[in-house]
């Protein structure tokens, strides 16, 4: 049997799997920083991370088109190797848990539950909930560049990076731009651009712990049973075998 049609809003929330990165220890600043070391500092620091959190806004946008961008808010959580929860809260509830081995996409409002497997979607560079793979995957085959931070950044703090793929038509995308805080090496915001789509992710309220951090102050970890995930009694489950 295959799954209901899933609501567009819903549907949209599965490109909400990004995370910001975790804090390092602050290096020397030089006065403009190269498009490689950022592109170093942000895979560092997501190496390094305990855990992170932050609240999410995704805005999607067809690009060309009248159409009102698509609005996705929720809260991250992510305790790094493939473990995150993200709980979707507007325009409609829902819930994405990453448990390691599996990626499942809770649709509260159709009582369903979309399964995959998190292997498979890490090679492709589909798995946005660890953000270092897609970094480094999204990177293999792209030019990367600085940019100006704009008005919204102070550019005295924040690094404005771009990955452009040499060959579009194969990548499958055509532009993804990181902004980074390199003082506490923290990711800002994330803008995805593929077939014509604009996705806009800004993180607020961002709150990361560095394995150091959480090795002097053990009682610091997360719950262990946030990232366990059981589809709720009378839900439909679809392995999607991706």
């Not at 819930?95 to 009582?111: N, Q, S």
């Not at 897609?134 to 550019?155: L, M, N, Q, T």
């Amino acid at each position: 049997m295959r799954p209901r049609r899933i609501p567009a809003a819903l549907a949209a929330a599965l490109l909400l799997l990004l995370l910001p990165v975790a804090a390092r220890a602050r290096a020397p600043r030089a006065l403009r920083l190269e498009a490689g070391d950022v592109f170093q500092g942000m895979l560092e620091a997501l190496d390094k991370r305990a855990w992170t959190q932050a609240d999410v806004v995704k805005t999607e946008a067809v690009q060309g088109s009248a159409k009102a961008p698509g609005v996705t808010e929720g809260h991250l959580v992510s305790g790094g190797a493939g473990r995150a929860r993200l709980v979707i809260t507007s325009p409609s509830p829902g819930l994405i848990v990453a448990d390691g081995k599996r990626l499942w996409v809770e649709l509260t409002p159709v009582e369903q539950v979309m399964r995959y497997d998190e292997s498979t979607l890490a090679a492709t560079g589909n798995f946005f909930l660890d953000l270092a793979s897609s970094i480094r995957h999204y990177a293999k085959a792209s030019v990367k560049r600085r940019f100006r931070p704009g008005d919204d950044y102070d550019d005295e703090r924040v690094s404005a990076l771009e990955m452009a793929p040499l060959h579009p038509g194969q990548a499958g995308f055509e532009r993804m731009r990181v902004w980074v805080d390199d003082h506490r090496w923290v990711v800002l915001r994330v803008q995805m651009e593929y077939g014509g789509t604009l996705s806009d992710i800004r993180f607020r309220n961002i709150q990361v712990l560095s394995g150091r951090a959480l090795r002097a102050d053990p009682g610091q970890a997360l719950d262990k049973g946030l990232f366990n995930y059981q589809p709720p009694k009378g839900f439909e489950v679809f392995d999607l075998g991706l």
